[in-house]
């Protein structure tokens, strides 16, 4: 089982940027593949992001050109960094494994002027 902590969350303005964090426990981090997922309000959640242990990334197309994923294994921290950020990009940001398929807690992402 792999215990994630979201954090970096918060309100920003249309066009401006924003950099979410998971921190994973684990001794094998550097292995895993990780997700950032999101949750609009009233939706359901869907994948944003995914990047493998050797560093592949793979992005939705709402994604795509804006966000890039990323990860230090010296810190067993994964990141997604969210530029030219939307209203419609508003959500719960969850990080996930899906290994053990573990899931963290998720952080507010709010996007309004």
């Known amino acids: 089982q792999v215990q994630l902590v979201e954090s970096g969350g918060g309100l920003v303005q249309p066009g401006g940027s924003l950099r979410v964090s998971c921190v994973a426990s684990?001794?094998?981090?550097?292995?895993?593949?990780m997700d950032w997922y999101r949750q609009p309000p009233g939706k359901q959640r869907e994948l944003v992001a995914t990047?493998?242990?050797?560093?592949?990334?793979n992005y939705a197309d709402s994604a795509k050109g804006r966000f890039t994923i990323s990860r230090d294994n010296t810190k067993n921290t994964v990141y997604l960094q969210m530029d030219s950020l939307k209203p419609e990009d508003t959500a719960v940001y969850f990080c996930?494994?899906?290994?053990?398929?573990?899931w963290g807690q998720g952080t507010q992402v709010t996007v309004s002027s």
């Open positions: 996930h494994e899906p290994y053990f398929d573990s």
């Open positions: 684990g001794r094998i981090f550097n292995i895993y593949t």
């Open positions: 990047i493998t242990g050797g560093g592949s990334t």
